[in-house]
């Protein structure tokens, strides 16, 4: 069998995006488990079923590897947000629309919420927060703004709002995955209720 050259390339290109996506979900995985600090990238190496040099060939290095993870799954949250958000719509409606489908989000991919928790609890994090290239809170930031100025949203720093926001979507969500709490449907609306009387004025 003749495999023409653009053939070729792709199953490479395939291969290769298998490769690097298998290091990223175990060293997601593994530190979700175990932190930053508890995953060496040879215990990465091995759950994705790779050598540790392979590793090196898609990453400069384990700071590289952490922060690719925490743009993509950063990307999914930034996707729900705009899925969500409909400005034609009431701050209230949008706020509740926004905050429950995150909710669900989170309880949907526990892997991905424990590391994200970790990473903002981190120095990479803070890092990125600090950063003047930070772009990963503009989305609600512009939304908050917007609940300001209609005078519907409490005239708050955006950190204040955001921490009154996600604080108990997360803080639940964890007691959800730990088996404390049982997180349905009607809950979730309750919690984003109570969530939005904390900001709204």
């Not at 003749?2 to 298998?22: C, F, G, N, P, Y």
């Not at 540790?52 to 729900?80: C, M, P, Q, S, W």
């Not at 890092?127 to 930070?134: N, Q, V």
Request: net charge neutral.
């Amino acid at each position: 069998m003749i495999v023409h050259s653009e053939e070729l390339r792709d199953q490479v290109m395939s291969k290769t995006s298998d490769k690097k996506t298998a290091i990223m979900q175990a060293a997601m995985e593994l530190i979700a488990e175990q932190g930053f600090h508890g995953t060496p990238t040879s215990q990465i190496a091995k759950k994705a079923g790779t050598g540790v040099g392979t590793i090196y060939r898609y990453f400069k290095d384990k700071d590289e590897l952490i922060e690719a993870i925490h743009e993509k799954v950063h990307g999914i949250f930034l996707n729900t947000f705009a899925e969500n958000y409909d400005p034609q719509l009431p701050v209230r409606k949008n706020y509740l629309r926004i905050f429950s489908a995150l909710t669900r989000l989170f309880i949907a991919n526990p892997c991905e919420t424990r590391f994200m928790e970790q990473y903002y609890n981190s120095p990479y994090g803070i890092a990125k927060k600090r950063s003047e290239e930070y772009q990963c809170e503009k989305p609600l930031f512009g939304f908050f703004e917007q609940g300001k100025q209609q005078q519907v949203i409490k005239d708050l720093p955006m950190e204040v709002l955001m921490s009154l926001s996600f604080g108990p979507i997360i803080f639940v969500t964890r007691d959800h995955l730990n088996g404390f709490v049982h997180l349905n449907d009607a809950l979730v609306s309750a919690i984003v209720e109570a969530s939005w009387d904390a900001v709204k004025r």
